[in-house]
Nanobody
Framework: QAQLVESGGGLVQPGGSLRLSCAAS????????VRWHRQAPGKERELVAS???????NYADSVKGRFTISRDNAENTAYLQMNSLKPEDTAVYYC??????????WGQGTQVTVSS
């Protein structure tokens, strides 16, 4: 049974940094596109960043230049480095892994709160 587990969320002051991790088990990570999404209270889920199996990345305009997505296929783990955090980055962050064949898995989410 495939499973994704996010970690690294927490409370941080504006301007601070956090590094989220998405650890996969039961799958061979290298065949998956990995995406980070977020959802703030009362708002729709937003795609934040993605990285394909070739390492090509894409970012939402709202996080470009501040967030960096990466992956370590050997460790079956993906990361989201978040710098210069703003209060509007406050949300639950979810990891998604989508296989070449179209099926996907989601993690349970990790809370990120940016507040002074």
């Amino acid at each position: 049974q495939a499973q994704l587990v996010e970690s690294g969320g927490g409370l941080v002051q504006p301007g601070g940094s956090l590094r989220l991790s998405c650890a996969a088990s039961g799958v061979s990570f290298r065949r998956y596109v990995v995406r980070w999404h977020r959802q703030a209270p009362g708002k729709e889920r937003e795609l934040v960043a993605s990285i394909n199996k070739y390492g090509i990345t894409n970012y939402a305009d709202s996080v470009k230049g501040r967030f960096t997505i990466s992956r370590d296929n050997a460790e079956n783990t993906a990361y989201l480095q978040m710098n210069s955090l703003k209060p509007e980055d406050t949300a639950v962050y979810y990891c998604q892994a989508e296989h070449d064949l179209g099926y996907d898995y989601w993690g349970q989410g990790t809370q990120v709160t940016v507040s002074s």
